[in-house]
């Protein structure tokens, strides 16, 4: 089953405490992005990743980081996560052939609470 | 600047028909997506408009308008599991670089 999947599905930390949201999809496709979701406001683009090693900010990159070694992983790190980062996360990709052009699949989302 | 204006809220009745608009401002604008989101999921793909006008899949339609920076989605025969919010996001391209700008979303009850 073609999927994107996310773990963990709910996390609740304490903060400065490091921590590592995965993310992978089974679709072989080039572009994975990172979103976060807050109440009343759009989904907004963290990181996103258009192959390999190739990596780009997003509208709120601060407080994040992200790696591509492989195409099918796409990780999302708090190296410090603070309360203002608490939110709901979810992780999408499509064919990146030409950018944007396809619909985007989603993962599961991540509820993320930082105390 | 960029902005997209959708409605906060929308009720409608089961069997009934809704339309939920979405308008925009972009710099440059390269096609507009709307996507399905029950609650506490993912988003999930409904329809992309690229060129001017109306495009039907079963009981939903999206229409698109490039010159009025206004696109709409009508969703037909409501059903109760159409209670969800509806995404609207822009495709923007400045030189070589495109982002998707994302719309807060209309949250649609369905009443019976």
């Known amino acids: 089953e073609a999927q994107v999947t996310q773990n963990p599905r709910y996390l609740i930390t304490v903060t400065g405490k490091k921590l590592t949201v995965t993310c992978s999809q089974n679709m072989n496709h080039e572009y994975m992005s990172w979103y976060r979701q807050d109440p009343g406001l759009g989904l907004r683009q963290i990181y996103y990743?258009?192959?390999?090693?190739?990596?780009d900010k997003g509208d709120v990159p601060e407080g994040y980081k992200v790696s591509r070694k492989e195409k099918r992983n796409f990780p999302l790190i708090l190296e410090s996560p603070s309360p203002n980062q608490t939110s709901l996360y979810f992780c999408?990709?499509?064919?990146?052939?030409?950018?944007?052009?396809?619909?985007?699949?989603f993962g599961p989302g991540t509820r993320l609470t930082v105390t | 600047g960029q902005n997209i204006d959708q409605p906060t809220e929308m009720t409608a009745t089961e069997g009934a028909i809704v339309q939920i608009n979405c308008t925009y401002q972009?710099?440059?604008?390269?096609?507009l997506f709307w996507y399905q989101q029950h609650a506490g999921e993912a988003p999930t793909f409904l329809s992309y408009?690229?060129l001017d006008g109306l495009e039907e899949k079963g009981r939903f339609s999206s229409f698109l308008s490039r010159s009025k920076g206004y696109s709409y989605l009508l969703l037909k025969e409501l059903q109760m599991k159409d209670s969800a919010s509806y995404l609207c996001?822009?495709?923007?391209?400045?030189?070589?670089?495109?982002?998707?700008?994302w719309g807060a979303g209309t949250k649609l009850i369905i009443k019976p």
């Open positions: 972009t710099s440059g604008f390269n096609g």
């Open positions: 990743s258009m192959n390999v090693e190739v990596t």
């Open positions: 999408a990709s499509s064919l990146a052939e030409t950018p944007l052009i396809y619909e985007q699949y």
């Open positions: 408009n690229v």
């Open positions: 996001a822009v495709r923007d391209q400045e030189d070589s670089n495109y982002q998707l700008i």
